[in-house]
């Protein structure tokens, strides 16, 4: 996947995965699973509203959206696939 990243909030720190909109379509789905510690950073360009669907995951994950200057929004911890 494109863009190595290390993203860190509070003490905890993840490596990401980092997409522009050209890859945004495919995301994380089909996926057999995510390591942990890991997660994928969608950067769609500005801030817009959008709509997260979780429909194709194999296994539940958590959504943390964030503001141009980088302030999480909204979290998003999924159990089952649907629709944000």
């Known amino acids: ?3 190595q990243l290390r993203v860190t909030i509070g003490n905890k720190e993840w490596l990401a ?22 997660g994928m950073l969608f950067d769609l360009g500005f801030e817009q509203t959008i709509t997260v669907t979780t429909e194709p995951m194999l296994f539940p994950l958590d959504i943390a959206f964030f503001s141009e200057a980088m302030v999480i929004t909204r979290f998003t ?3 089952s696939q649907g629709t944000w």
């Open 1 to 3: 996947m494109p863009g």
């Open 17 to 38: 995965s980092s997409l522009t909109t050209l890859g945004v379509g495919s995301g994380l789905g089909g996926l057999a699973e995510l390591p942990q510690g890991t």
């Open 77 to 79: 911890a999924t159990s």
